[in-house]
């Protein structure tokens, strides 16, 4: 039996279901053989450049213990995980994401403890309707792709490689390290961002696309998920890769 992940990104069981870009066969067939984790692949989005086009954290975000929302043009998305259950409410985006910056950021938000920090002046009008409906503080911060740009680890901890992000946090009180950018691989751009590197797919167990010690930063990265106790598997054996994140959606209850 399957359950709706609760809070997004955090799941409290062995993840049964992610998101993951359908570019990296390598990623979702070790998802699949070694953790058993079934993957919800991300087609080439026509409206978005190449280097995101697959990216999930670009068109789909959960907000709660039940709703989510998807890009317009992602719809397929929805059918394919209601083939697992359909205890989930996914409302669409009241915009296209689309590309070039900063129409391809409307969902790409990072949603922690009852928050969402984001770039406010761009997100989808959906997220701003339900983050009022379910009493959630919007937090601006400069950065469009929030999503891409941090790694949740609990309900008060991220990591970051953006200072305006990390601003935000610490404002916030929540614990946030931040980090060097520059270092992670993304297809046709100089680099990409730590957040769309890795993903839950476990309580206290974090998917990274490639070897962590690839990041100048690893030693800090390494201390600060030991002191949330969290572990970290590698999933390949290069470099970090910017894959628009490893998104959990349903775990096993």
Known sequence: MLKFI?????????????????????????????????????????????DISTHPDCVFVQLNADTAIIDKNSKYIVKKLTNYSDCLNVIESDGVVMSPYPNDIGLNVTVINGKIICNSKFIDNNIKLY????????IH????????????????????????????????????????????KLLYRDYGFIGGTCGMID???????????????????????????VNYIELTEGPLIDIGGIIPVYEHC
């Open 6 to 50: 609760e809070k997004p990104g955090l799941p409290e069981n062995r993840v049964a279901v992610s998101l993951v870009s359908s570019e990296y066969t390598q990623i979702h067939t070790k998802l699949a053989k070694i953790f058993g984790i079934e993957t919800v692949l991300v087609k080439k989005n026509a409206f978005l450049s190449d």
């Open 131 to 138: 983050a009022d409906n379910l009493g959630f503080d919007i």
């Open 141 to 184: 911060c400069n950065q469009g792709y929030s999503a891409c740009s941090t790694i949740v680890l609990n309900n008060n901890a991220l990591i970051t490689d953006d200072i305006t992000i990390h601003s935000s946090a610490v404002k916030n009180g929540i614990d946030s390290i931040l980090i060097s950018k520059g270092s992670v």
């Open 203 to 229: 309580k206290n167990l974090l998917a990274f696309t490639g070897k962590l010690n690839s990041h100048p930063d690893f030693e800090l990265i390494r201390a600060f998920l030991h002191k949330y106790n």
